[in-house]
């Protein structure tokens, strides 16, 4: 499976942007679809993910409120919306796709099977 991240960029603090991911399988459905987020110097974290299947939205405590995670499943892709953008937010956004039956440790990138490439996004005060 190979996966296309786009839609990152240099925007202001309060402002928003949209990382889309699309995925080359045709049981897209099937996969637990996740966001992580690495800056410069510290670890990759988890940002938010979507079971497959119909399942549950997950996001991490510093952007529950401000970012939403969907999926459009007739296209393969998935979106990351991200509101209210702070300086904090800066850091290359990765998405994932994990094909287990069952995704247990989805806040984990060990999780995953799958990796993008990487879209840089930058917020300035």
């Known amino acids: 499976v190979q996966l296309q991240a786009s839609g990152g960029g240099l925007v202001q603090a309060g402002g928003s942007l949209r990382l889309s991911c699309t995925a080359s399988?045709?049981?897209?459905?099937?996969?637990?679809m996740g966001w992580f987020r690495q800056a410069p110097g510290k670890e990759r974290d988890f940002v938010a993910a979507?079971?497959?299947?119909?399942?549950?939205?997950y996001y991490a405590d510093s952007v529950k409120g401000r970012f939403t995670i969907f999926r459009d499943n007739a296209k393969n892709t998935v979106h990351l919306q991200m509101n209210n953008l702070k300086p904090e937010d800066t850091a290359v956004y990765y998405c994932?796709?994990?094909?287990?039956?069952?995704?247990?440790?989805?806040?984990?990138?060990?999780?995953?099977?799958?990796w993008g490439q990487g879209t840089q996004v930058t917020v300035s005060s």
């Open positions: 994932a796709a994990d094909n287990a039956l069952i995704s247990s440790s989805i806040r984990y990138s060990s999780e995953y099977d799958y």
């Open positions: 979507s079971k497959g299947s119909g399942g549950s939205q």
């Open positions: 399988t045709r049981t897209f459905s099937r996969y637990t």
